[in-house]
Each structure stands twice: as C-alpha cells, then as structure tokens.
C-alpha cells in the first residue's frame, strides 16, 4: 500500500471494548495507526491534544496510533482475526520495520515493536474521541520504542493477571490527593518460564507539569536468599523446617522479614526469607566434619530480623503437636514463630539486700538528651509510697557509686543495661519495667578482675557443675568465682558450684583472669532446667542469715573426722558468736558465704575487715555440734573475713575423745601424690607414725611428737616416692598397728 493508505473497515467478527464504547470493525492506515471509527487520512498525534478532542473532525474518533510512518513508501499492512477473541494488525514499513497491534475481547490492547522499529518519529497515543480518555508517549521519551517493549492498555485486570490498581481513573481538584491501592497477585504467572516481571504504572492526567506520571513495579517469583542470615554451612545432615507463621507484636510480620535458627552453642545454621502468608520450608543443618552445626537432640533458638530497623529479636517457637521440637538428622517440624517489641518484665526484690538486672530497655525513663542508659530515680519513682518516701534504701554500682534517696544523693549517671546493681529496699516490692526486650546474647563486656552482670535471657540456665557451668560455658575458662545475692558461688577451677540456675531479674557477681576485656554472650536455652528464686535461705539446724551486701566465698574442700549424712550443715560464727554463714553439706563438700556486716545500719549483722570467724559442724543423725579445726588451707589465707575473698580449706570435725587407740585407712588408697588418715588417742603421749617400703625400709616419718587425746588427721605426701606398695605404721606407748597401701604415678 502506498503512503497514508486506508484499508476501509474490516470485520473483527467480534466485539471490542473500548472503554464505555464498543466496536465491530477497524480501519488501518500505512502512516503507523488504526481507527474504529474513521477511514480517512491525516492523523496526528500530538502531545498537547490528549486526552482532549482535537483538531478536525477525525480527531473525535477513538484511534489507536503507535509510530508516525509518514513519507515511507511501500508500506505493507496485514490483518488477522480468530473470529472470536482475538485479532492481529502488523505494519512492516519498507518490509522492514515491524509494528504489531494486538486486540482482545477482554478490552486489552497491545502494541508491539520489532527489529529496526527503534528511532522512529511520532508517539504512541490513545484517543477515545470523548475529550476525557486517552494516553499519549513520546517517541523520543526514554527511547521506549525499541525491539522487545510491549505496552499494553486496556481496563483493570484485563492486560495484567499480578498486577491490578484501584481506583483507575477519577477526578482531583487542585490540592487534593487519592489513594491507589495496587495489588500484586502472582497466582497465575508461571516461575519457571520466568522469574522476572516488570511493569511501568502510568498516571495520565492534563496536569501540564506532570501529564504522565510513571511507577516502575518490579515482581520477583520464589523464595529469595538471605540478605542477614548468610553465614550457613550446608552439610549432609539436616532437620527440615515448615514455617507456618512468624508474628511481631501479634501481627504477621511483612515480606523480607528473616528467620535464622540457631545451635546452642550460637552457630547459624540455618535460615530463610518470609515470603508472606504462604508457609517457608528450609534445612537446619548438623554438624559434619569440622563444619560447626546441630548435634542430635539439640535444642533450636530463634530469631528474626526486620530489613527496615536493622533489628535482630529473639523469637519463640510453638511447634505443631507431635511434631519433634529438637533437632534430629532426618526429622521434619512444622512451628510457627512469635516475638514482641514491647515486653514486660517484673522485678521482684525481698526485704534486705538483693543483686538485680533488668533485660528488657524500659520505654520513657531515659533523661532528656541521655542516650546511654534509663534514668535510675525515673525507673524507680514507682517504689515511692504516695507521700513520696521512697522503699529503696540504698542501690549501687559495681564501682561503689550510689543512690541514696533519703539523702538525696546520686553519683550514678544512667543505668548500664549490662550491669547488675545491689539494691536495699525497707520492704519487699515488686517493680515493673516495660521496654523493648534485649537478645539474650547480646554483648556483656567482662572486664579483669570483679563485674557486676546483668542477665539478658528470659529463661532459665544452668550453673551447676554437673552441668559444666553452662551458663557461663563462652567465658569459662576464665571465670575464677561467680556468685548470686545469696552468696551460693561456683568455682570452675575447684569443680564446685552450689548455684541455683541463673534467672531473669537477677544481677551477679563474677571474677575475670582475663587479662583484657572479653565478652560474654549467654548460650541457648536448655530443656528441662528448672527455673527457681533464688530467694530461699536454707532450712535446717542453723538458718543462712539476711544477706548484708558483701561476702567472701569459703569452700569447704574435704571433711574428715565424721560421716556425712543428709541434713548435715557447716557454719560460720564470729567471735562473739553471731551467725555469719551457713550451707548445706552436699557430696562431701560445701560452699558458704561468710557475710560481713553492713556499713549502713547501726545494728552488727556481720564480720569486720580482718575479723577471724571459726566453722562449726552440724551432726545431723547425732543431733550436736562439733567445732571444725581447718587442716589445710589450700587456697587463700585462712579463716579471716575480707569481702569478695574467696579460700579453700579442708578440714577436721573436732570430737570427743576416742575410746581407744585407732588409724582408719588412708583415702584416697591407691593414691597418686596426697593421701590422708585419721587417728585416734584416747589420751595425750607420744606418736610416730611411719611409712616404709616392703623390704623394711623407714621412707619418710609422717609425724612424730606429743599429741593431745582426740581425733586428728595425718596427711602421706608421695611426690617423692616411687610408685609401689607400701606400710603406714601408727606407734604409741600401748599400741601399734599397720596398713598397706599403694602408691600409682
């Protein structure tokens, strides 16, 4: 056809929708546009016309126009229809360039554009005729007009099955705004032919300074990687997980969000992207080789990260019932996920002294322009009765700055979040802070020597040394002493721990070897510890007395002279005879807390610096006391009060006189370098006691001298031995005996 040629009508055989027209028939032209209305010549399109009516009378026509092919000879024009929904117009300018229109009975249109249509003059326009609905692009705007761009119209949901707007069209005055909801719903679009979409929202309108008003949209199908939780091995073992739910504050949390899973030893080792309301199923994966990971029956802890805070929270998991809540090679759960901005934590604290923290950052008690920490008198204006008089005494800091209300004095600047404080209060209360929760492995800076630790968990972990002091387990092996506001302590290097699991709420005492500062970030919940105030004294003969702020820690080595039964107790008397400590004799063993009094009464409830203190022995099944004499320091410097101190001692249970003469047998027996006998006289004289080797042989005198009538304790010192069998013999005016024994290296 030659140069702005019209085809006349032709038949679609189906009705079209053109906005709230409908049309039968088109007219193509060979200058690059198309009518449903018109079969002349000489359509323009211009920018400054649409959507109004313009020019002639063609112009009321609706027109579809898609290039300006004007003064292009031999231009060849095809048509196409199915009859019944569908139907192609093609123009290939010069048998080269190719433009494409696509109808559909739906009311969708498209325009296509082939090799070589790049560069073109003219636009793309749409014009219903009516002076109110039409779009129009330029054809040098962005260079849209190149191989492979499809731009597509038509009325809501009729071109785009993800992608839908509402409203579509309406009317604004000047000033005023509407809302347009999108809604992406890729329910149809098939992810593996493609992943990828995208699509350019244009709002046409006759403002002058913006006529077209363009959103790119972008739809990415699948589940995306991690962007946060990146740093997860894959191995060959490995526990599936079905997320059915992940809320924050009881809302579902929006897309992007990120869970990570943990080992209890805080290795990631496993993680995925909530992809919105449809469940998310990923691999949590075990250890292999010297890749880190899960071992079997371990438990899992939970986090998610929120993209736009950069937040991580600490999540909890309800698993679907029957479904396994530990990690097993093979196994398969399905959970869903819980965490709170905003939590509420209650801090309970007795009459007396008390060791406190908190592990949620209180909302609305920072000062004004303090960004360190919450406002120490803000927290705690709460305690204050309604005349204003305050239940806290006294609060302190590890470094001995205080709070004093009745004085009015504070030299405290802000509570650190990561330290624990000592706090007297007249009566026992209850205060309540509200806050975001803090991760309970964040960051707690130890430093050598003595800290005071806040405790960020929200459950409860193990301190005892059966359970290798789990709680510390990250710093261990510089921890020479920690202890609770009870004074109950453990002691990694001695194997001794009479501490409850540590809990929420509570502040504790610890002492670095380090040489620097380390950090400590508290391991993952356990299963089955159970979770105990701390609050409890001991019940008994002798009950422990009020805590007064300070402490040393004895522990109680060994116990010779008597058996141990259940109900046994040692405690520790001052010399005027007060009550200083007292504990429960466990395994053989026991640590106390000797108390030192408290500066801030007038009243005497402990030791003084330097105040000698004696031990006393509570026989349960006999139902007396007997004084302990200490036979061996072998840490410290002896039964001396100094605060925080902390000694080692075995010692001996002074008792009545023996009936007759005896030496037990050695303990232990073999022995390796150190073994201990007990005997007996039931009168004052002279005693040697001897070792000799199995030809005869005196190999070292134990002990030689005038004893008094009692019991006492002889220690054997092989350092210096060869290992062998050899003779312990006792001798004394009227008696004699011997025993064997064996000597390992």
């Not at 579809?64 to 300018?93: C, E, H, P, R, S």
Request: aromatic share 12%.
């Amino acid at each position: 056809m030659g140069d702005d040629q019209n085809s006349g009508a032709v038949q679609l055989g189906w009705e079209f929708p053109f906005w709230d027209r409908v049309y039968r028939q088109v007219f193509l032209d060979t200058d690059g546009w198309m009518s449903f209305s018109f079969g002349g010549q000489n359509i323009g399109v211009e920018p400054n016309t649409y959507p109004v009516a313009v020019g002639a009378g063609q112009y009321r026509d609706a027109t579809i126009a898609m290039a300006n092919l004007d003064n292009v000879a031999g231009t060849d024009v095809y048509f196409w229809t199915n009859g019944q929904d569908m139907a192609v117009m093609q123009w290939l300018a010069n048998h080269t360039n190719q433009y494409e229109v696509i109808l559909y009975a739906n009311g969708m249109g498209k325009i296509q554009y082939g090799p070589n249509a790049a560069g073109r003059s003219g636009a793309v326009g749409v014009n219903l005729g009516d002076g109110r609905h039409g779009w129009y692009i330029s054809a040098a705007d962005n260079n849209r007009f190149v191989e492979g761009y499809v731009w597509a119209f038509g009325p809501a949901g009729a071109w785009s099955t993800w992608l839908t707007a509402d409203p579509t069209e309406g009317t604004l005055a000047a000033g005023e705004s509407m809302d347009v909801t999108l809604t992406i719903d890729p329910a149809d679009l098939d992810m593996e032919e493609q992943d990828h979409y995208q699509a350019m929202l244009h709002f046409l309108s006759n403002d002058p300074a913006t006529p077209d008003l363009v959103v790119d949209v972008y739809l990415r199908l699948g589940i995306p990687d991690p962007i946060h939780y990146v740093d997860v091995a894959a191995t060959d073992n490995f526990h599936t997980l079905t997320v059915t739910d992940v809320t924050f504050d009881n809302e579902v949390v929006p897309l992007g969000w990120e869970v990570g899973v943990f080992t209890p030893d805080d290795v990631l080792a496993g993680s995925a992207v909530w992809v919105g309301g449809d469940p998310i199923e990923f691999m949590t994966y075990g250890a292999q080789d010297d890749v880190p990971g899960f071992a079997a029956n371990d438990d899992f802890r939970f986090e998610i990260w929120d993209p736009e805070a950069d937040f991580e929270w600490n999540a909890t998991a309800t698993f679907a019932e029957g479904d396994p809540t530990i990690w097993n090679n093979g196994a398969s759960s399905a959970l869903t996920l819980a965490s709170f901005s905003v939590v509420e934590q209650v801090l309970a604290m007795t009459e007396g002294w008390n060791m406190i923290s908190i592990n949620v950052d209180p909302i609305g008690m920072y000062a004004e322009g303090e960004g360190r920490g919450p406002d120490i008198e803000t927290m705690f204006a709460q305690l204050a009765n309604e005349d204003g008089e305050q239940n806290i005494d006294l609060l302190k800091d590890e470094m001995g700055h205080f709070w004093s209300p009745a004085w009015g004095f504070i030299n405290i600047d802000f509570w650190e979040l990561t330290d624990g404080y000592q706090v007297k209060v007249f009566n026992a209360c209850e205060a309540v802070f509200e806050g975001n929760a803090i991760a309970a492995n964040a960051d707690i800076p130890i430093n050598p020597n003595w800290n005071l630790i806040a405790y960020f968990p929200n459950y409860a972990l193990d301190a005892s040394s059966e359970g290798d002091f789990y709680v510390l387990s990250p710093i261990i092996d510089y921890v020479q002493i920690a202890k609770n506001n009870l004074g109950h302590f453990m002691t990694p290097e001695w194997g001794f721990s009479n501490m409850e699991p540590w809990v929420p709420g509570q502040g504790y005492q610890l002492k670095s070897t380090a040489e620097e500062q380390i950090i400590l970030n508290y391991p993952g919940e356990q299963r089955h510890v159970a979770y105990t105030e701390p609050f409890e004294a001991q019940t008994g003969h002798w009950t422990a007395p009020l805590a007064t702020g300070a402490n040393m820690s004895v522990l109680i080595h060994s116990l010779t002279g008597v058996k141990v039964e259940q109900g046994d107790q040692i405690a520790a008397f001052s010399p005027s005879g007060l009550l200083v400590g007292v504990s429960d004799i466990t395994g053989g063993n026991c640590g106390l807390a000797v108390w030192g009094d408290d500066p801030s009464t007038e009243s005497l409830e402990g030791l003084a610096r330097d105040e000698a203190f004696r031990l006393s022995f509570w026989d349960a099944d006999k139902q007396v006391e007997r004084d302990l004499g200490v036979s061996v320091v072998l840490a410290g410097r002896g039964l001396a009060y100094e605060a925080d101190d902390f000694i080692v001692v075995d010692v001996i249970a002074k008792s009545v006189v023996p009936a007759n003469y005896f030496l037990s047998q050695n303990y232990p027996n073999p022995f390796n370098s150190e073994t201990r006998l007990t005997f007996g006289m039931p009168e004052a004289g002279d005693v040697s006691i001897n070792v000799y080797d199995v030809a005869g042989r005196l190999v070292q005198n134990v002990m030689k001298g005038r004893m008094d009538a009692g019991t006492h304790v002889a220690v054997v010192n092989g350092r210096n031995l060869a290992a062998g069998v050899y003779i312990i013999r006792m001798e004394s005016t009227d008696f004699s005996v011997s025993h064997k024994m064996m000597l390992v290296k």
